[in-house]
């Protein structure tokens, strides 16, 4: 009989290999399918479904990653984002531990949604930190309400996952989408930097300004855009919620 166990598959969007924006250094990206979050101005909604993709395996995709090591340098790797990486944990743990045999710095890039303590998540969560060196998290809101309706899911877990990550002394980048009227509400960033303030291990902040440039795949899904219309956050606001986060930029 044959007992030979099935190779572990994952469904992998698309590959960046000169990635400058998704962790310290030139950084080849991952981008793997699915996503439960609903956020109203994801520019990649393509990537919310689970059976899109291609398939490959762990051994495979590494290897395919790996031959763009020389653009590394000393600092740069591999950063494995989404969709949401987290919804393929056991892909995920497998990829992550052939990158480190090789020594490679590995960023996980997540919105933090699939995060609970409850098993058998969490054994596999915690596996999969001893073999991440940086997590880049999404900050969308800190208000709960306001979180769902702009992304459909509540943020609880979200924010334990960051004490969590902060306790553990795990190194974090945070991220916030910054879409004028929506998600540059002074109270909601004042709570936000309160949140920064508790943790102990975020090493950057960083604010992206809201774009536009992925409508065209809503229409082309044939799924109602919500934010139509509304603009880019002009230098200024950037500038205002930047000074509320305490970030401040190298001369």
Partial sequence: MDTEKKALVGHVHSLETFGLVDGPGVRTVVFLQGCRMRCRYCHNPETWSMSGGEEWSAKDLFNRVYRYRTYWKNNGGITVSGGEPLLQIDFLLEFFALAKAKGIHTTLDTAGNPFTREEPFFGKFRKLMELTDLVMLDFKEMDGVRHKELTGVANDNILDLARYLSDTGKDMWIRHVLVPGLTDQEDDLKAMRSMLDEL????????????????????????????????APTKEEVERAEKILGIRKAD
């Fill in 200 to 231: 102990k291990t975020v090493k950057k902040v960083e604010i992206l300004p809201y774009h536009s440039l992925g409508l065209f795949k809503w229409q082309n899904l044939g799924i109602p855009y919500t934010l139509e219309g509304v603009p």
